[in-house]
C-alpha cells in the first residue's frame, strides 16, 4: 500500500499537492489487488487523474513493467499522453526517490531504464494496431466509446503476462453500452454513508438514495459543511465518512467495480459554485438535459428513449437452466406441445454475423419457452450447416423449421431439403417495410412465378412483440450464458436492439435497428420461431399493440 501522503509529495495539480479524493483510496492506494478495476464515473471527478498516476507509479516501482493505455480516438491519447501521462513522469522523476531514468519519451511511447514503459494506443473504429503489443497492464479508458467486440483483442495484449491488470474505465452513456456492460460483470460497489444523526446507511446510487442525498444550494456549502444530506432524516451527511460496499462480493477479486458520481466528490459538496451547477442540471426540465445529468453528474447510464430489453429485463426471464447440456435439452422436449427451431441465416464478415439458431417451445398451458439457442461458426459452408441444423431438429425432435427466406434464404432452404427435412414443415418469413397495410404478418400464397408459399413479416413490429413479451415476461429463456468478453453469449444479443425515428419526406417512422458494432442474429431467430408458435395457435402476447396481429397463419 503507498500511503496517499506520500503521493501528495511527489504529484501536484496546477500548482497544488494531489491527494486522491477518500473513494479512489481502496482502489488504488490499498493493498486490495483485484485482477480487473472498473470505473463507473461522472465527469470532472479526477478519474483520468488518478489511473495515470496509479500507472507511472506501477513503472517506477516495478522493473520491466508494461502497461499500454488505449483510448477511443488519437486526440484523446495524445492529450493524456502530453497532459497527464508526460507531466506526472517529470514530477515522479523531479520528486528525487526514484533511481530511474527516462531512457525514451515519444508522444505515444515512454520508457524507463528499469524497463518500465507506457505505450498509448486508440481503437475507435478497429483494434487492430493494439496487436502484438506485450503489456502487463491495459487501460481502458473512455471505455464507453470502445465497440465491445475490440475487448478480447484489446486485453489480449496481457494474455502472457504474470500480472495481467485490467483497468476499465468511462462514463456511462445508454443501458446498452461497452461500459455498462463491464460494470454488469464486476461487484458493483456502492459509496455507502452512515448518518450520524438517524443511522441510516445512504447508498449513493440512482436505485437507491443518491438522488434524496442532493440537498439544497446553500452559501455556507465547505468542506465542514458539505452539501450532502441523508435520504431519510435530511440532515448534512459528510461523504468522506463513507465506505465502499459491493453488490457482488464474490467478484470483487477478480473484477471489482467502483461507481464514482460527482456528489460523493470533494471538489462538488464541498463548493457552492460546483454545487449550483449540479443542482442546475437536475432542475432543467428538458428531457435530454436530465439524462446528459445522470449521466455527467452522476455517472448513471441512461437512455432518452424507452430501451427496448435491458439487462435487467433479461436476468428477471432467464430462469431456465443453461444451454449447453444439450442431452438434458433433449430429455426435456417432451414437456412441450410445440417446438419451432428458428434461424437467422448468417453471412460472415468482420463482424461475426453467424447462422444462429433458437429453439422455441409451447407448454401445454401456453407458456413460450426458448431453452437452448446456438451460433454455427462457418456460415459459408451451406452444406455442412444443413447437416447441422437438420441433426438438431432431430435431436430435439422440432414441428417446424422457420427461418428468414430473404436474401440467401432460398438457398439454404434448398440445402435443408435436399438434406431429408420436410418441405411442409420449413417455414419461410421474409422481411419487408411495405405492403402489409400496417399488419406484422401477412401470407403470401404460391404464384405462378413463385411456387413457394411464404410470409412478409414486418420486422420492426415483430420484433416489438418478443421485446414486449420479455418486459412482460411472458417468454422464458436459458440462463444468462456470458462466459467472457470473447463470449458474451447469446442472450446479449437482445441488448443490441435499438429504436431508431427514420423520416421519410414530411413522415417519420419508427423502426428497430441493430446497434453498429453489435450482433442480434439470436434475437431474429427467436422472433422467427415465436411468430410461427403464435400465428399457428392464434394467442399473441396479451398486451395492447395495435394493428400488430395480421392473417393468421394456416394451422398446417
Not at 500548482?15 to 486522491?20: D, F, L, N, T
Not at 433458437?358 to 407448454?363: G, Q
Not at 432452404?413 to 419487408?432: A, C, D, H, W
Request: charged letters at 20%.
Amino acid at each position: 500500500m503507498l500511503d496517499p501522503y506520500i503521493v501528495s509529495k511527489i504529484f501536484s495539480i496546477a500548482g497544488k499537492p494531489y491527494v486522491p479524493y477518500k473513494p479512489f483510496v481502496q482502489p488504488f492506494f490499498s493493498v486490495d489487488d483485484p485482477h480487473t478495476i472498473v470505473l463507473k464515473t461522472a465527469r470532472q471527478v479526477s478519474k483520468t487523474t488518478t489511473c495515470v498516476i496509479h500507472t507511472v507509479l506501477n513503472t517506477f516501482f516495478f522493473q520491466g513493467f508494461r502497461t499500454l493505455i488505449v483510448t477511443p480516438l488519437e486526440r484523446i491519447s495524445q492529450r493524456t499522453s502530453i497532459m497527464f501521462v508526460k507531466e506526472f513522469f517529470f514530477q515522479a522523476l523531479k520528486s528525487g526517490l526514484f533511481n530511474v531514468k527516462l531512457e525514451k519519451k515519444e508522444s505515444f511511447l515512454y520508457t524507463l531504464s528499469n524497463g518500465s514503459s507506457i505505450i498509448l494506443s486508440y481503437a475507435h473504429l478497429d483494434a487492430d494496431r493494439t496487436r502484438g503489443i506485450p503489456a502487463d497492464k491495459v487501460h481502458i479508458d473512455e471505455i464507453q466509446d470502445i465497440q465491445h467486440k475490440f475487448l478480447p483483442v484489446i486485453t489480449a495484449a496481457a494474455s502472457a503476462s504474470n500480472y495481467r491488470q485490467y483497468l476499465y474505465s468511462g462514463t456511462p452513456k445508454t443501458f446498452n453500452n461497452t461500459m455498462q456492460y463491464v460494470w454488469s460483470q464486476s461487484s458493483q460497489a456502492e459509496w455507502t454513508i452512515k448518518c450520524v444523526h438517524c443511522g441510516y446507511w445512504n447508498i449513493a446510487a440512482l436505485e437507491h438514495d443518491l438522488l434524496n442525498m442532493l440537498g439544497p444550494v446553500r452559501d455556507d456549502i465547505s468542506y465542514e459543511n458539505p452539501a450532502t444530506v441523508c435520504a431519510k432524516c435530511g440532515k448534512p451527511i459528510h461523504p468522506d465518512t463513507g465506505m465502499w460496499v459491493h453488490a457482488f462480493p464474490d467478484r470483487r477479486w477478480y473484477s471489482a467495480g467502483y461507481h464514482v458520481p460527482q456528489v460523493i466528490i470533494k471538489r462538488h459538496y464541498a463548493d457552492p459554485v460546483n454545487w449550483r451547477i449540479l443542482k442546475s442540471y437536475q432542475e432543467n426540465p428538458a428531457q435530454a438535459a436530465y439524462a446528459d445529468f445522470l449521466r455527467e453528474i452522476l455517472g448513471e447510464a441512461s437512455d432518452i428513449a424507452a430501451k427496448l430489453v435491458t439487462l435487467e429485463d433479461l436476468r428477471k426471464v432467464a430462469t431456465l437452466e443453461d444451454r449447453y447440456d444439450l442431452e438434458r435439452v433433449r430429455r426435456t422436449c417432451g414437456r412441450y406441445r410445440m417446438r419451432v427451431l428458428g434461424i437467422d441465416w448468417g453471412g460472415g464478415g468482420e463482424g461475426g454475423n453467424y447462422t444462429t439458431l433458437a429453439l422455441v417451445c409451447m407448454r401445454a398451458d401456453g407458456q413460450v419457452e426458448i431453452p437452448w439457442g446456438e451460433s454455427l461458426p462457418n456460415p459459408h459452408d451451406h452444406a455442412g450447416e444443413a447437416l447441422k441444423i437438420l441433426e438438431f431438429a432431430q435431436k430435439f425432435d422440432v414441428h417446424f423449421i422457420a427461418h428468414d427466406y430473404s436474401g440467401a434464404g432460398s438457398l439454404r432452404e434448398t440445402m435443408l431439403i435436399q438434406s431429408g427435412f420436410p418441405t411442409n414443415k420449413i417455414l419461410p418469413f421474409r422481411y419487408v417495410s411495405t405492403g402489409l397495410g400496417g399488419m406484422a404478418v401477412r401470407k403470401v400464397p404460391p404464384l405462378s412465378w413463385h411456387p413457394r408459399t411464404c410470409y412478409h413479416i414486418d420486422p420492426s413490429k415483430c420484433m416489438l412483440l418478443v421485446t414486449g413479451a420479455i418486459k412482460l415476461q411472458q417468454l422464458r429463456f436459458f440462463a444468462l450464458d456470458y462466459v467472457d468478453d470473447a463470449n458474451p453469449g447469446l442472450l446479449i444479443h437482445f441488448l443490441a436492439l435499438a429504436q431508431e425515428m427514420k423520416e421519410y419526406g414530411i413522415t417519420k417512422r419508427f423502426r428497430i435497428i441493430c446497434e453498429p458494432g453489435y450482433r442480434d442474429e439470436f434475437a431474429q431467430a427467436t422472433m422467427l420461431g415465436c411468430l410461427t408458435i403464435w400465428s399457428i395457435h392464434n394467442v399473441w402476447p396479451s398486451f395492447s399493440l395495435p394493428m400488430l396481429a395480421g392473417e393468421d397463419l394456416d394451422t398446417f
